[in-house]
C-alpha cells in the first residue's frame, strides 16, 4: 500500500506563494499518475494539478493553470505543488493523491484516486 504525507502549508497573504510537497511510500510510486487535490469548507472537492508517471505530462484546472506548478522526483519519492500568485479563493485544505489511473488524479474520472494523503492547510488571506 502507497502512504502520502503532505507538508508545506501555512498562512500567506494574498499574491504570496507556498509550496507544498508530498512524501510518498512505495517501491511502486515512480509508475503512479499523482496529483493533488483541494477541499475548502463547505464546498466539493475539487481537482488542482495532476502529473503522469515519467513527469512528461502536468494538468491543471482552469482556475490555478498559470499559478500553479506540479513537479515531481521519482527518485525521492516526492511529489510538489508550486503555488504563486495566491489568492484568497485558493483557501482550501490540499491533498496528494495517487493511482495506477491517471484518469483517476485527473479527475476525469467516477473513481477518485486509491491513494490519498491526509491534507495540509492553506489559508490565503486578503
Known amino acids: 500500500q502507497v502512504q502520502l504525507v503532505e507538508s508545506g502549508g501555512g498562512l500567506v497573504q494574498a499574491g504570496g506563494s507556498l509550496r507544498l510537497s508530498c512524501a510518498a511510500s512505495?517501491?511502486?510510486?515512480?509508475?503512479?499518475?499523482m496529483g493533488w487535490f483541494r477541499q475548502a469548507p463547505g464546498k466539493e472537492r475539487e481537482f488542482v494539478a495532476a502529473?503522469?508517471?515519467?513527469?512528461?505530462?502536468?494538468y491543471y484546472a482552469d482556475s490555478v493553470k498559470g499559478r500553479f506548478a506540479i513537479s515531481r522526483d521519482n527518485a525521492k519519492n516526492m511529489v510538489y505543488l508550486q503555488m504563486n500568485n495566491l489568492k484568497p479563493e485558493d483557501t482550501a485544505v490540499y491533498y496528494c493523491?495517487?493511482?495506477?489511473?491517471?484518469?483517476?488524479?485527473?479527475?476525469?474520472?467516477?473513481?477518485?484516486?486509491?491513494?490519498w494523503g491526509l491534507g495540509t492547510q492553506v489559508t490565503v488571506s486578503s
Open positions: 493523491n495517487g493511482d495506477r489511473l491517471k484518469e483517476r488524479v485527473i479527475g476525469g474520472s467516477p473513481h477518485e484516486p486509491e491513494y
Open positions: 512505495g517501491r511502486t510510486f515512480s509508475r503512479y499518475a
Open positions: 502529473i503522469i508517471w515519467s513527469g512528461s505530462t502536468t
